[in-house]
């Protein structure tokens, strides 16, 4: 199966501490997005890469999170320093160039981060 | 602004019933795509159609069906003769492309219609 992965599914950490998730998305796509969702909320967006290029940050991406995608291929999230409110899934989503830049998302599983 | 709203928090259907998900969007811009995702209790979103605002034509695909219209800004979802596997939350979803002027193309999701289909 080629479908885009996140490790790990699940992590538990204590207040402070620092963590960090690892997407893999579909091979031939070179966008790559990672999203958070809450409880009973959409997701929304965090930043996004068009292959190693961070393009976009939200400013939901406070200075103690931090995305990279070295070489256009895995990216990997790491929050420092987490807090409870960053308690949430994170999600990350791969899609193709094409044309108009409407391209479906495909999305993993999910990382579902609790800080304690 | 961009903006999406689904009004419908949670339905509860009984099987064989038609549900319709409701879907109003607010876009600057006259190119945009509009999208729907399923997320079943496993939690990860399954991808179900894309829909760019130049194609108003309804679509249908099984038990699925699309309503799309500009006119009042609404991208509705019709499911006919509900089954329990169709439990799940649903989301409606809109890019504005970054060719057009809009951001990098990041989904900008509504809150979400829980679907309860019972037996």
């Known amino acids: 199966d080629t479908g885009v992965s996140q490790d790990p599914r699940h992590k538990i950490t204590k207040r402070g501490q620092n963590v960090t998730f690892r997407c893999d998305p579909i091979s031939e796509h070179n966008r790559l997005y990672w999203y958070r969702q809450t409880l009973g909320q959409g997701p929304e967006f965090l930043t996004y890469f068009q292959n190693e290029a961070q393009l976009e940050k939200s400013r939901l991406l406070s200075d103690r999170f931090s995305a990279e995608r070295p070489k256009g291929s895995f990216s990997t999230l790491e929050i420092q320093r987490t807090e409870q409110g960053d308690s949430a899934m994170y999600l990350c989503?791969?899609?193709?160039?094409?044309?108009?830049?409407?391209?479906?998302?495909?999305f993993g599983p999910g990382t579902r981060l609790t800080v304690l | 602004a961009q903006k999406v709203t689904q009004a419908q928090t949670e339905i509860s259907v009984v099987e064989k019933e038609d549900v319709t998900l409701d879907c109003v969007y607010e876009t600057r811009d006259t190119t945009y795509y509009l999208f729907w995702y399923k997320q079943p209790p496993s939690g990860e979103l399954v991808f179900l159609i894309r829909r760019n605002s130049f194609d108003e034509q309804n679509e249908i695909s099984g038990r699925y069906s699309w309503n799309f219209q500009k006119s009042t800004s609404s991208f509705n979802f019709t499911i006919t003769a509900s089954q329990v596997v169709d439990s799940a939350v649903y989301f409606c979803a809109l890019i504005e492309p970054p060719n057009y002027g809009g951001s990098q193309g990041n989904l900008i999701f509504g809150k979400g219609t829980k679907l309860s289909v019972k037996p």
């Open positions: 989503a791969s899609s193709s160039t094409g044309t108009g830049g409407g391209n479906e998302q495909f």
